[in-house]
């Protein structure tokens, strides 16, 4: 047992060193350092630090807190220059470098083309940049989509030549919507390209070695074994292949929102869940087997490469891997170091990943993996403490109920923020669905293994095909229960971050009576006060028009205080995934929840409208304006649902002080209005190339 007076940063040096780490990281992410100085850098603070070693021993002795401050400095250094490294835009062999106009790409499918609503779309590496008479070896990720009447249509491991224009990936530009532009930028990914019929090559005969091929089609063995065992019924055959393999192909996007809203989602997911049980059934089962139970090295090795198995055998995606990791570092230090904290090999295993992924630190499943294991290590046991269960059953629920509280206190701020949601249910949900998934788990690895056995995986089909059906139908009512979850949360960084001190700091308090964390979890506290007063007073103030961005939609909201008013397509009122992606979060953003019939200073005349000491006017269908002796001015001209109209002739009776095409008008239009507008010397906007246009109204 550990000394109490031993300092935690003793016990877990490597807690210490990784704070350093992730500030390097993070530095060189927001401030884009130069090589150079960062080389510069690292060779004084070096020097520095090997100075150090000449002095006396005295000397050394009473500078020991500046030599560890310097030591930390080189560790931030490093990890800024891992960062650089990292960014694929700093190397002169990426395509970006290297394209031009005519030039063309030569690249191959990283993976098999997954079918969307009107298009394929495939994960590409870049091989070449070629040019009319030479070509130049490059490296890069490309999303590639091409029409779904495409011929030929290209398969995993195919090598096609591109000519078509790459596309720089955008957002939509709608508040608060999701970032897929700098989603993209942390995978290294800074283009899209359209194929169509003529637009590309295929190359024949460039099949090549490639674990991902094995990967692919050891994928494709699982789910065509479930689908043989299972009934057919897709609600319970895509979840069964989400929760064995992470197959999300042939998920149902209603029961995918419904464990999202209950707070399981995790379990659908393959990440440190799935590989804690196969690891605890790892365990008891080699503890059966005297020989490995003995041999320390055996049992190390056994386990560790039954969990990489499964990991590549469900398809190495980026959050099993880091689970992975994970594991064998919590492996490695239980067996050979039995006096490591586990919060040692937790900061480890974090920073081998980071080693290797800088970009990994933003990415939602690794920060939600390690918050929740770490509120598991530090307050599962507290929390179970607290009650003494004599019941043996009962103290079986206890434990995970403690387990579930543990995780979810330390990960909902984070849920806040990425999903401004809170699911009230998800202790009863959870309860039931961690035990019936695990059950499913394990069935489901019967059903593969005994594959080459049809009646027997027939069997241990209908059993899976009960389980999930069973814990569909709990989650779908807890799901359509009165106030099952918390809705439309809004939260930014600085609130979170306030959040988690007022949190962690009281829980702290709580637990070891320190004044210190009392007064910290006073600070987060005010802080979330000051914050909530700020939101309040920013809310009852706010008067704005929208045009969203929304592809081939007409989609206007007018704010006032805490209300709005929707005009724009019917589709948009319901809970569709336009309506989710682009409406939903802006509204979040700007706190208004309550939709309205009207809402006060809206007038609605004839022609225009009146939005307190605004006018706009909205056309969306073909009409002709004849010239007045005075012009009608307007100041926002909507131009929507792509009408015939001639501006010029627009122009004669109406002075606008900006024109505004929404996303609903084709592209060519847009282009050709646009030319109009410069003539006219009008100034315009159009919502497809700049995102949502927002009038602020004081």
């Known amino acids: 047992m550990t000394p109490a007076n031993i300092p935690f940063w003793k016990i877990a040096p490597l807690v210490r060193l990784l704070f350093p780490f992730i500030a390097g990281i993070m530095l060189e992410y927001y401030y884009m350092y130069e090589y150079s100085f960062l080389l510069l850098a690292l060779i004084c603070y070096t020097s520095a630090i090997l100075i150090f070693n000449v002095f006396s021993l005295e000397t050394r002795y009473h500078t020991y807190k500046l030599q560890g401050i310097m030591i930390q400095i080189v560790l931030c250094i490093l990890a800024m220059l891992l960062t650089y490294q990292n960014d694929v835009r700093n190397r002169n062999e990426w395509y970006g470098n290297q394209y031009t106009k005519n030039a063309k790409l030569l690249v191959r499918l990283c993976e098999p083309p997954v079918s969307k609503a009107k298009t394929f779309k495939a994960e590409t590496s870049v091989l070449a940049v070629v040019f009319h008479d030479t070509s130049m070896v490059s490296t890069g990720q490309l999303d590639l989509y091409f029409s779904q009447d495409s011929n030929p249509r290209p398969t995993f491991g195919s090598i096609i030549l591109i000519d078509a224009p790459i596309q720089v990936i955008k957002n939509t530009g709608n508040p608060g919507a999701f970032d897929y532009e700098r989603y993209s930028k942390l995978q290294g990914k800074f283009h899209t390209v359209f194929l169509t019929t003529g637009s590309y090559i295929i190359i024949p005969g460039t099949d090549h070695f490639d674990i991902n091929k094995y990967l692919f089609h050891a994928r494709d063995f699982i789910v065509s074994t479930l689908q043989g065992s299972l009934p057919m019924d897709k609600k319970v055959s895509g979840l069964a292949e989400a929760l064995l393999i992470g197959y999300k192909g042939d998920l149902d996007k209603e029961l995918l929102q419904a464990y999202s809203n209950t707070g399981v989602v995790h379990i659908i997911a393959i990440s440190g869940l799935h590989l804690g049980l196969i690891y605890a059934m790892l365990t008891w089962i080699f503890n059966m087997f005297p020989f490995i139970r003995k041999s320390k090295h055996a049992k190390v090795i056994f386990i560790l490469a039954f969990l990489w198995l499964f990991s590549f055998v469900t398809g190495a995606s980026a959050s099993v891997l880091r689970s992975a990791v994970m594991f064998t570092c919590i492996v490695i230090g239980k067996n050979y170091f039995r006096s490591a904290s586990i919060y040692n090999s937790l900061a480890s295993s974090a920073f081998l990943l980071l080693c290797y992924n800088p970009y990994f630190l933003w990415d939602v499943g690794f920060q939600l993996s390690y918050t929740a294991v770490y509120g598991i290590v530090w307050l599962q046991k507290p929390i179970y403490r607290k009650f003494y269960v004599q019941t043996k059953l009962l103290n079986k629920i206890w434990q995970m109920t403690a387990v579930t509280i543990a995780a979810q206190i330390t990960t909902f701020p984070v849920c806040l923020y990425y999903f401004h949601q809170f699911p009230n249910m998800f202790l009863i949900t959870n309860l039931t669905a961690v035990p019936l998934s695990t059950l499913i788990l394990f069935v489901e690895i019967i059903i593969v293994a005994l594959a080459w056995w049809p009646a027997a995986a027939i069997l241990a089909g209908k059993c899976c095909y009960g389980l999930v059906w069973i814990m569909n139908k709990i989650i779908m009512y807890c799901n359509d229960v009165p106030y099952a979850r918390i809705d439309a949360i809004h939260a930014t960084l600085f609130s979170t971050v306030s959040l988690y001190i007022l949190l962690l700091s ?88 309550q939709e309205v019939g009207e809402i006060n200073g809206l007038i609605f005349h004839e022609r225009y409208i009146q939005f307190h000491t605004n006018t706009i006017m909205i056309i969306d269908s073909a009409v002709n304006f004849y010239s007045r002796t005075s012009r009608l001015k307007i100041d926002v001209l909507i131009i929507s649902g792509n009408p015939s109209l001639d501006l010029e002739n627009i122009n004669k009776a109406i002075c606008a002080k900006v024109v505004v095409f929404d996303a609903s008008n084709s592209l060519w239009k847009i282009a050709r209005w646009k030319k109009q507008c410069e003539q006219l010397l009008l100034r315009c906007f159009s919502v497809t190339e700049k995102g949502a246009f927002i009038l602020d109204i004081q």
């Open 506 to 593: 009281s829980i702290a308090w709580l637990l070891h009576k320190a004044k210190f964390f009392k007064y910290l979890a006073i600070c987060g506290g005010l802080a979330c006060i000051a914050l909530f007063i700020v939101n309040k007073l920013q809310k009852q103030d706010q008067k704005k028009i929208i045009v969203y961005n929304i592809p081939n939609k007409k989609a206007i909201d007018f704010i006032n205080h805490d209300k709005f008013l929707f005009i724009g397509d019917s589709s948009l009122r319901q809970n569709d995934a336009a309506s989710n992606y682009s409406l939903k979060p802006t509204r979040t953003e700007f706190q208004v929840s």
